[in-house]
């Protein structure tokens, strides 16, 4: 049973151009997290979602950053515009239901120059 | 609002020593908890996790960690490390009835040496 899948694991971008992150859960996983980990920080909660639905976009920034996770392929982080501050690595999770264990990705490690 | 509190950025170790390193966490309802190890590069492995039962939880590799109530703590520990636990680790919490988005604490990086 294959893990959770992240794509690309390294992305570099100029400033003003746009990111995408996927993220495959695992199989029988419908229930999907986006975290965000800067430099020297824990990571922090962006969003939430079920299939076709976000659940729960609290952590994510107001400008610029949208998610989905459509009901067929992987969930999307979308960045546009990005800038510096956006320089992270970028982990979803996945789990079979609401509060059952999160299984992490290896992380998308964002640099935008 | 929740938060966790990992008191230690860095743990040093000699290799074969014992080691604690220190979670406390604030929530005013009940708490899942859970630690994850992070190794250079890669992404977060679950550990161990406490949700309910026993408050002494125990990992495959050696490392157990016991829910304190009262002091809202969940500590790590392990009697003798190795080499190959260096590593980041990483207390999280989520909250019982939410929506399971998990809060971290900032890490502490152990670095066992031989």
């Known amino acids: 049973n294959a893990g959770v899948m992240q794509n690309p694991r390294h992305l570099v971008r100029r400033r003003g151009q746009e990111a995408r992150l996927r993220c495959s859960p695992m199989k029988g996983h419908s229930h999907v997290y986006w975290y965000r980990q800067l430099p020297e920080e824990g990571l922090k909660f962006m969003v939430y979602?079920?299939?076709?639905?976000?659940?729960?976009e609290s952590g994510m920034p107001k400008e610029r950053f949208s998610a989905e996770f459509p009901k067929e392929g992987p969930s999307i982080l979308r960045i546009q515009q990005v800038v510096r501050g956006d320089s992270a690595a970028y982990f979803c999770?996945?789990?079979?239901?609401?509060?059952?264990?999160?299984?992490f990705g290896p992380g998308t490690r964002l640099l935008v120059l | 609002a929740q938060s966790v509190t990992q008191l230690d950025s860095q743990v040093p170790v000699f290799e074969e020593a014992p080691v604690e390193l220190r979670c406390n966490y604030s929530?005013?309802?009940?708490?899942?908890l859970f630690w994850y190890v992070q190794y250079p590069n890669q992404g977060l492995q679950l550990l161990l996790k406490?949700?309910?039962?026993?408050?002494l939880v125990k990992s495959i590799n050696g490392f157990e960690a016991e829910f304190n109530k009262s002091q809202t703590s969940f500590h790590l520990r392990k009697p003798s490390v190795h080499i190959s636990d260096t590593a980041e680790y990483f207390c999280a919490v989520s909250q019982s009835g939410s929506q399971g988005n998990l809060i971290f604490g900032k890490g502490t990086k152990l670095s066992v040496k031989p």
């Open positions: 929530s005013s309802v009940s708490v899942y």
């Open positions: 999770a996945s789990s079979t239901r609401l509060q059952e264990t999160q299984y």
């Open positions: 406490y949700l309910s039962g026993s408050t």
């Open positions: 979602l079920q299939k076709e639905n976000i659940i729960d």
